[in-house]
T-cell receptor, first 111, second 112 residues
Framework: KQEVTQIPAALSVPEGENLVLNCSFT??????LQWFRQDPGKGLTSLLLIQSSQREQTSGRLNASLDKSSGRSTLYIAASQPGDSATYLCAANQAGTALIFGKGTTLSVSS | DTAVSQTPKYLVTQMGNDKSIKCEQNLGHDTMYWYKQDSKKFLKIMFSYNNKELIINETVPNRFSPKSPDKAHLNLHINSLELGDSAVYFC???????????FGPGTRLTVT
């Protein structure tokens, strides 16, 4: 049974820092991996989706990588801003199932 | 244009009542989902429908019954509400099963 773990659970950084959020999964037979952002009291916004055949995806200041063999994905945020403060969720998608979510990393960027 | 919408956004009700949450997507997707986010913010799949057919039914009390009248709609009916049902319920859709999922804004259910 797939399990997804995110470390750290919370992270505080000053504005301008580059940072990495970690996600690990136990079953490497994934179809894709999706990163989301959730602001307090809001829904989920899809940030990046990496197909199992891909190594990374980029969108603006965000870069997500995927290493299926080691069961790991990272979300790199460059030049962090206070507006990046939110909870970041990763979710693994296996064929024929729904998303299996990690518990998220709550990021706080101070100005 | 709203891609995945849910109504209501907030729902406060008493124990024992029956309530429904509605979800609609205008993306032309074939697959829709219901997820539950508990008080610890953990998201977990409840149900999934593909072309109006139930394909995923996780271990959920049978007081919860999804209904898909057509591909664009997936409703969630809850009977005999309990305190533990208080949570945020998210609807999502994807073009096909296992493709990128798009989420609705959520429905915050509070059972008193």
């Amino acid at each position: 049974k797939q399990e997804v773990t995110q470390i750290p659970a919370a992270l505080s950084v000053p504005e301008g820092e580059n940072l990495v959020l970690n996600c690990s999964f136990t079953d490497s037979a994934i179809y894709n991996l999706q990163w989301f952002r959730q602001d307090p009291g809001k829904g989920l916004t899809s940030l990046l989706l990496i197909q199992s055949s891909q190594r990374e995806q980029t969108s603006g200041r965000l870069n997500a990588s995927l290493d299926k063999s080691s069961g790991r994905s990272t979300l790199y945020i460059a030049a962090s801003q206070p507006g990046d403060s939110a909870t970041y969720l990763c979710a693994a998608n296996q064929a024929g199932t729904a998303l299996i979510f990690g518990k998220g990393t709550t990021l706080s960027v101070s100005s | 244009d709203t891609a995945v919408s849910q109504t209501p956004k907030y729902l406060v009700t008493q124990m024992g009542n029956d309530k429904s949450i509605k979800c609609e997507q205008n993306l032309g997707h074939d697959t829709m989902y219901w997820y539950k986010q508990d008080s610890k913010k953990f998201l977990k799949i409840m149900f999934s429908y593909n072309n109006k057919e139930l394909i995923i039914n996780e271990t959920v009390p049978n007081r919860f019954s999804p209904k898909s009248p057509d591909k664009a709609h997936l409703n969630l009916h809850i009977n005999s509400l309990e305190l533990g049902d208080s949570a945020v319920y998210f609807c999502a859709s994807s073009q096909y099963q296992s493709y990128e999922q798009y989420f609705g804004p959520g429905t915050r259910l509070t059972v008193t």
